[in-house]
């Protein structure tokens, strides 16, 4: 039986009114920025920490969002049982300083257009913007 994975997906929404979603070597489409969470790690702390060091953007005021499973996804590089944390977080500065062993490209954009594009799990990331909808009223 594989190994389960507990995770963060990072959403940080900026100033503007923007969401940061990224692509990794590890996936094959859009995906938010995440990672795993360490032992002795809350879910924000994990969530502001992925952030950090993937994109160089400091998360501020963290809310929960939802909670998700996602197991053997072919969007994934190898098989892997994840189970997830979605973490909605503001930030002041739209700078980034992008790791690049872990994130190829970044980008800024509204909900509209997150909802256009070609994102891991799709039936997983349209839960989560429908909840960033719910959040935006």
């Known amino acids: ?62 809310k929960h969002l939802l909670t998700g499973e996602l197991v053997n996804s072919s969007d994934f590089y190898k098989p892997a049982h994840f189970k997830y944390e979605a973490v909605l977080m503001e930030t002041r500065s739209s700078k980034m300083k992008l790791d690049n062993r872990e994130v190829t490209a970044a980008v800024w954009l509204r909900l509209d257009d997150l909802r256009k594009l070609d994102v891991i799990a799709p039936e997983h990331y349209g839960r989560i913007f429908d909840k960033l909808e719910e959040n935006e009223v």
């Open 1 to 62: 039986m594989a190994e389960v994975h507990h995770a963060t997906i990072s959403i940080v929404k900026n100033k503007e009114g923007k969401y940061l979603i990224t692509q990794s070597p590890k996936w094959k489409r859009w995906v938010f920025p995440g990672g795993h969470i360490k032992e002795g790690e809350s879910i924000e702390e994990a969530a502001a920490r992925e952030l950090l060091e993937e994109t160089g953007i400091k998360g501020s005021n963290p």
